[in-house]
């Protein structure tokens, strides 16, 4: 089996909703092209997540953003320190945030696979396809849109036990520090206190 492409993923300006993955191992001038490529034909998608209205001057490699493959929430301590030398609870952050962004990715994969899914299923019904169907059976997007899907998901599922193990870590952040002190059943008495007997 051979080794799988690395990828880059880019959100858009006015729709920071909408995130674009794309193969690649960096922000370059090739990256952003195919980026955009894919963010021109979702714009041209009559339910797709992105409209001409909101690029009047047109949609441009200036309208892509890069998102960082870290997206660590201490990213300025990691870019001194390795790995290795992240506290537990750091490393759970910038591993909950990442799959995060696998989660926002495949979403928007799926919305945009979604129109292909009647082809499918008609296709392995062995039902005969109309001739809108076979259009979009032929159009070139439609293998890319496929395989977008699908590296999509094989991110989000790679990445989610691991990334269920460090939310369990990370959870108790979110929680006031007076929430975690540890409390008695006993209320004000202490645990080993001998409770008096009633005669």
Do not use: C
Request: aromatic share 6%; hydrophobic share 35%.
């Amino acid at each position: 089996m051979g080794r799988r492409k690395a990828t880059v993923t880019y959100t858009v300006k006015a729709h920071p909703g909408v995130t674009i993955t794309v193969p690649g191992k960096g922000d370059d001038e090739k990256t952003r092209a195919s980026a955009l490529d894919e963010a021109l034909r979702l714009m041209t998608e009559e339910t797709g997540p992105l409209d001409s209205d909101s690029f009047p001057d047109g949609l441009g490699v200036e309208d892509l953003i890069f998102v960082e493959a870290s997206h660590s929430l201490l990213k300025e301590a990691e870019e001194t320190r390795t790995e290795k030398e992240l506290e537990p609870m750091e490393k759970a952050a910038k591993t909950v945030a990442e799959f995060t962004l696998k989660r926002a990715a495949l979403q928007q994969q799926q919305a945009g696979a979604q129109k292909y899914l009647g082809l499918i299923e008609a296709v392995f019904s062995l039902q005969p396809l109309t001739g809108e169907q076979i259009e979009m059976a032929t159009d070139k997007a439609f293998p890319k849109t496929l395989e977008n899907l699908a590296i999509a998901k094989i991110d989000f599922d790679k990445l989610q036990p691991q990334a269920e193990e460090a939310w369990k870590l990370l959870k108790p952040a979110f929680s006031p520090a007076e929430e975690q002190k540890p409390t008695s059943s006993n209320g004000n008495k202490r645990e080993n206190e001998p409770v008096a007997k009633v005669k």
